[in-house]
């Protein structure tokens, strides 16, 4: 700044940011069973420099800062890093796991749920009144372990496992 034959030099310094604005990780329901999923990416805004960033939780879960060439549990992320996270999907149906992102003390959890177990019986149509019917073949190789069977309905339902005999016991 000068006034007349008066100069001066001011320095303006501006305060480093080491705290990340909030950032959320969209849950993943209906997921196959012990799969590697992976969270949408995020990027981590709110901050000047490099701030550690770590991951931890179930299913080994991982975090990847070059766009999914490395996976590490944490390291230092830069400002408006992206940030991918990965883990593995529980081995049971209807089970959730979850792994937490922490970037320098602001966290987000990140919820991974596995699919209900599912199948369906093709219907039958122009079958004659009064007589037996079998369904179409259906594989079912999913169970760990071993699960019960139930089965209802109208004219005596029975089922039969691996071309065995026919049983309505449960």
Do not use: C, H
């Amino acid at each position: 700044l000068s006034v007349g034959t008066t100069t001066s030099t001011y320095v303006v310094r501006t305060q480093e940011s080491t705290t990340p604005n909030a950032f959320t990780l969209a849950a993943a329901t209906g997921s196959a069973l012990n799969t590697m999923i992976q969270a949408t990416p995020v990027t981590i805004s709110g901050i000047s420099l490099a701030v550690p960033i770590s991951v931890s939780g179930e299913g080994t879960p991982q975090i990847s800062l070059d766009n999914g060439v490395t996976w590490v549990s944490s390291g230092m992320v830069s400002p408006n890093g992206p940030v991918r996270v990965r883990l593995t999907s529980a081995s049971s149906f209807d089970t959730t796991r979850t792994a937490v992102l922490d970037v320098n003390g602001v966290t987000s959890n990140w919820v991974v749920t596995t699919g209900p177990f599912t199948f369906a019986l093709a219907g039958k149509t122009g079958v004659a009144l009064n007589t037996v019917t079998v369904s179409d073949p259906v594989t079912l190789s999913a169970f760990l372990p071993p699960s019960a069977i139930s089965l209802s309905g109208d004219g005596s339902p029975e089922y039969s496992i691996d071309g065995g005999a026919y049983t309505a016991a449960a």
